[in-house]
T-cell receptor, first 111, second 112 residues
């Protein structure tokens, strides 16, 4: 089983739609969680950290469920500029920290 | 404040050639990392460094070497390029290993 799993997509949604991505992780020693955004042929950039209480940044909401070992990202009122690949990242501590990247979920927002 | 910079942006190598990928950060981060990203795959850690003079292997270190003589620079060396090393290479840095990592723009390497 992969340490971090994401649905690769693509998710094709119309502008204005709400879309949600899930990411599951296998190791309960996971300490911190992030969503990164990666545009085509560009570097990953931090979108938001994910906190136990959940957090929101404008149209983006991230949730963490430690009991079920998954994190989610909700995007409301999708824009064309949201089209990208969204990477789930889990930082795990097992003697040393280990940053594990999911393979990403591709989102295409259609006009 | 340029963040993390990488050179070159693109490179084509022949099998058996060697090259050094450069990475520099100006955020005074102690932690630096090298990843490779293959199509449809997650980023894989090649090497990392916790400070000047200290480096350690990641998940896929074979065929690569690193050094860290200063806080700012963390070059990655390919000694005998192989087609399996065709990939996009990203350098990253962070304040601590528990913190957000900031990435450079990447180097696209093709080995023919």
């Amino acid at each position: 089983r992969k340490e971090v799993e994401q649905d690769p997509g693509p998710f094709n949604v119309p502008e204005g739609a709400t879309v949600a991505f899930n990411c599951t992780y296998s190791n309960s020693a996971s300490q911190s969680f992030f969503w990164y955004r990666q545009d085509c042929r560009k570097e990953p950039k931090l979108l938001m950290s994910v906190y136990s209480s959940g957090n929101e940044d404008g149209r983006f909401t991230a949730q963490l469920n430690r009991a079920s070992q998954y994190i989610s990202l909700l995007i409301r009122d999708s824009k064309l500029s949201d089209s990208a690949t969204y990477l789930c990242v889990v930082n795990m501590y097992s003697g040393t920290y280990k940053y594990i990247f999911g393979t990403g979920t591709r989102l295409k927002v259609l006009a | 404040n340029a963040g993390v910079t990488q050179t070159p942006k693109f490179r084509i190598l022949k099998i058996g050639q060697s090259m050094t990928l450069q990475c520099t950060q100006d955020m005074n981060h102690n932690y630096m990392y090298w990843y490779r990203q293959d199509p449809g795959m997650g980023l894989k850690l090649i090497y990392y460094s916790v400070g000047a003079g200290i480096t350690d292997k990641g998940e896929v270190p074979n065929g690569y070497n690193v050094s860290r003589s200063t806080t700012e620079d963390f070059p990655l060396r390919l000694e005998l390029a192989a087609p399996s090393q065709t990939s996009v290479y990203f350098c990253a840095s962070s304040y601590s290993m528990a913190d957000t990592q900031y990435f450079g723009p990447g180097t696209r390497l093709t080995v023919l």
